[in-house]
């Protein structure tokens, strides 16, 4: 079975930088692709960015492009997505997903696990 288990989500000030984390369980994750996605308050979930696992080549939302970057670490079978240059538009629940192929999708239904989601805050 499938276990996505988030952490790393906090409260931190605005211009600042936070490291999520997301560990990954009961599979073989090389032929996946892993995203994270975030839920502001009062909106829809939305697309952050997405890796491939097994070349770590990534693709990111217009609204995080430069900003934040999803490495990941084989042997531990993590996946992170280090964010810098936090502001408020960037206060959400955090989502980590995966979906088998290699294919780049946004699109959540395209996404066949996910993790419970860890809350970040950007504030003063």
């Known amino acids: 079975q499938v276990q996505l288990v988030e952490s790393g989500g906090g409260l931190v000030q605005p211009g600042g930088s936070l490291r999520l984390s997301c560990a990954a369980s009961g599979r073989t994750f090389s032929r996946y692709t892993m995203g994270w996605f975030r839920q502001p308050p009062g909106k829809e979930r939305e697309f952050v960015a997405a890796a491939r696992w097994t070349d770590g080549s990534s693709y990111y939302a217009d609204s995080v492009k430069g900003r934040f970057t999803i490495p990941r670490d084989n042997a531990k079978n993590t996946v992170y997505l280090q964010m810098n240059s936090l502001n408020a538009e960037d206060t959400a629940v955090y989502y980590c997903?995966?979906?088998?192929?290699?294919?780049?999708?946004?699109?959540?239904?395209?996404?066949?696990?996910w993790g419970q989601g860890t809350q970040v805050t950007v504030s003063s």
């Open positions: 997903a995966a979906r088998y192929g290699s294919s780049w999708t946004s699109l959540r239904e395209e996404y066949d696990y």
